[in-house]
């Protein structure tokens, strides 16, 4: 085009070629060129834009954002292993179907996804994306966004939420009944729920329940109340087998798996307490600054059992015998806020945060540090997976979630959450009744 007809004539020109290049986006070379799916789009290359890859048991869902195109542009979908170079063909698709499902994938083998939009001038620049699909299902109570998340094995994506809850505080899962435990601070509720994330009970034993633990023998969930100093035993079902009040700000619990008894940590007493599974003291503990996280250790062949306990206020570690006989302390880990046991060798990882910066430390049985990965900025809660030893955190200044390799390395950050309090691991596979990025909002609150 000339610049003939003056300036004013050349703008009406100029916008009205462009508004006719949005509106057809094909024909001529000018107007081809405004197509972003088109490979030579200067700002776009023909990329396609919004690409996500989210994992599960044995298959990776991949979506794409969609154009109205006429002709319809085909999607070619490659993809390779991570330390494969070669992309196969996976699929050829229309750019309108928006959604793909691979079902060859196999667990614990991280895949590239490149995928191209192919139009009349040929292929685009290619959008590349991974996952690592595997069979656990990773729950998260996300308080800021009053939901329970169901994030991707590989911490890639946020699967579904479940929308139904008021500020979910802590979560947890029986491995015994298979079901999983949520405390709803706000609402004084703990929901039973099974493994689909379905609502099965619900218990207003206490007014704000916090903090969670369940008994790995025999089922059934410890809960916390620091607001009233109390804590509860429930059973699966809805049976209150145990009450106790009288403590002191109860923000961590352990369960003692040789007779169902839970050890409590009193915040503001500085103290441990224990308690029989029908709700009698016996035992109690001085001598914390501000004790927040507890973890119990069966012991194994040559170990005896032992509980750790993550004083805040001291900023280290305590480990006791079963009876709460102190065997020893490790300084050193500022701001330490929780504290689990691997089941599977007695290992214990270690979340600290204190003055905006966080870690993440895993020690050997005996106390000994084997490494620590710093990130997490407010890292509040720990999950273990059995399987792979492989940890989970929730990131409550951070908004964000964890995971962290038993080697310490990968760690990978998902973001752009709420505010997570808490997260469970259930080993899987679980079958959900969840397509990718369902939300679900049916099941109203249990109590305002």
């Given at each position: 085009m000339t610049a003939a007809g003056g300036p004013g004539v050349h703008g009406i020109r100029t916008a009205l070629l462009a508004g006719a290049a949005v509106a057809l986006l094909a024909g001529c070379s000018t107007r081809e060129r405004s197509n972003p799916l088109d490979p030579l789009n200067p700002d776009t290359g023909g990329r396609l834009q919004d690409v996500t890859a989210t994992a599960a048991h044995s298959r990776v869902s991949l979506s794409w954002s969609v154009f109205a195109f006429s002709p319809t542009p085909q999607l070619l979908l490659e993809r390779a292993e991570t330390n494969d170079p070669v992309f196969a063909t996976l699929a050829s698709v229309p750019l309108t179907r928006a959604g793909f499902v691979d079902t060859t994938a196999r667990d614990g083998v991280q895949y590239v996804y490149r995928l191209r939009a192919v139009t009349a001038s040929g292929p685009g620049l290619p959008t590349e994306v991974t996952a690592t699909p595997g069979p656990e299902v990773v729950w998260l109570a996300d308080a800021g966004r009053d939901r329970l998340a169901v994030l991707a094995p590989d911490c890639g994506a946020v699967r579904a939420s479940l929308e139904v809850f008021n500020f979910p505080s802590d979560v947890a899962w029986d491995a015994v009944t298979g079901e999983l435990w949520l405390a709803n601070t706000f609402d004084g509720v703990v929901a039973e729920l099974d493994s689909a994330g379905n609502v099965r009970a619900t218990h207003t034993a206490l007014d704000y329940p916090r903090a969670l633990a369940v008994d790995p023998r025999r089922g059934g969930c410890w809960v916390a109340d620091d607001h009233a100093g109390t804590v509860a035993l429930l059973a699966p079902g809805g049976q209150l087998l145990a009450r106790a009040t009288g403590?002191?700000?109860?923000?961590?619990?352990?369960?003692?798996?040789?007779?169902?008894?839970?050890?409590?940590?009193?915040?503001?007493?500085?103290?441990?307490?224990?308690?029989?599974?029908?709700?009698?003291?016996?035992?109690?503990?001085?001598?914390?600054?501000?004790?927040?996280?507890?973890?119990?250790?069966?012991?194994?062949?040559?170990?005896?059992?032992?509980?750790?306990?993550?004083?805040?206020?001291?900023?280290?570690?305590?480990?006791?015998?079963?009876?709460?006989?102190?065997?020893?302390?490790?300084?050193?880990?500022?701001?330490?806020?929780?504290?689990?046991?691997?089941p599977a060798d007695g290992s214990v990882w270690v979340a600290c945060s204190k003055s905006g910066a966080g870690s993440v430390s895993r020690l050997s049985r005996e106390g000994r540090v084997l490494w620590t990965v710093e990130g997490p900025v407010n890292p509040v809660a720990l999950a273990v997976n059995p399987a792979d030893q492989s940890v989970w955190v929730a990131d409550a200044a951070d908004n964000a979630a964890w995971k962290i390799a038993a080697s310490g390395s990968p760690a990978r950050r998902l973001g752009d959450l709420g505010y997570p309090l808490g997260i469970a691991v259930v080993p899987g596979p679980v079958a959900l009744p969840f397509a990718p990025g369902a939300v679900a909002r049916a099941a109203p609150r249990v109590k305002n």
């Open positions: 403590f002191a700000g109860p923000v961590g619990l352990a369960v003692d798996p040789s007779d169902g008894g839970a050890w409590v940590a009193e915040a503001d007493a500085g103290r441990i307490t224990r308690v029989r599974r029908d709700g009698t003291r016996v035992v109690s503990r001085r001598g914390f600054a501000q004790p927040e996280g507890l973890a119990f250790d069966p012991g194994g062949p040559h170990d005896p059992p032992s509980l750790w306990v993550a004083d805040f206020g001291a900023d280290q570690l305590v480990r006791l015998d079963a009876d709460g006989v102190e065997r020893y302390r490790l300084v050193g880990f500022p701001g330490v806020l929780d504290v689990i046991v691997d």
